[in-house]
């Protein structure tokens, strides 16, 4: 499993900057992730928002945060076209909840069901629909 330090090199050479490792515990607890004390006051050094990205995109790098992959979800929409929600599909509740007041889906979900060849968009009601990505 990564390390803080696998998260604060990942961020670095793609992002070049040096991540704190409370950051690391802030976004890890900002997604539901566990960490390895609970807090009992408030945090002195929260992450800073405009790296907070950064530091997911990293975890989504090594697996900490991930699309959920529910297989029988996944073939019966490439059979036909269902309808979904987006805490279906994102395994955080906090970044299922972020996605649904943004009233959109994030790229990293995206780019992971066209890597199973599969699309996710909203019909005209507005309900996301989870379907095949058309070859054409």
């Not at 599909?89 to 959109?104: K, P, R, W």
């Amino acid at each position: 499993m990564a390390t803080y330090n696998d998260v604060q090199m990942f961020v670095k050479r793609r992002h070049g900057i040096v991540v704190q490792t409370c950051w690391i515990a802030h976004v890890k607890e900002l997604n539901g992730l566990p960490l390895r004390r609970s807090r009992t006051a408030e945090r002195v050094k929260p992450c800073p928002p405009q790296w907070r990205p950064a530091i997911e995109e990293a975890m989504r790098h090594f697996g900490w945060l991930r699309a959920r992959h529910d297989p029988t979800l996944l073939r019966q929409a490439l059979l036909e076209d269902i309808e979904v929600q987006l805490s279906d599909l994102i395994a955080s509740n906090y970044l299922a909840a972020d996605a649904t007041l943004l009233d959109e889906a994030p790229d990293w979900l995206v780019d992971q069901l066209a890597e199973n060849r599969l699309r996710l968009y909203r019909d005209r009601q507005g309900k996301w629909i989870l379907g095949a990505l058309d070859d054409a």
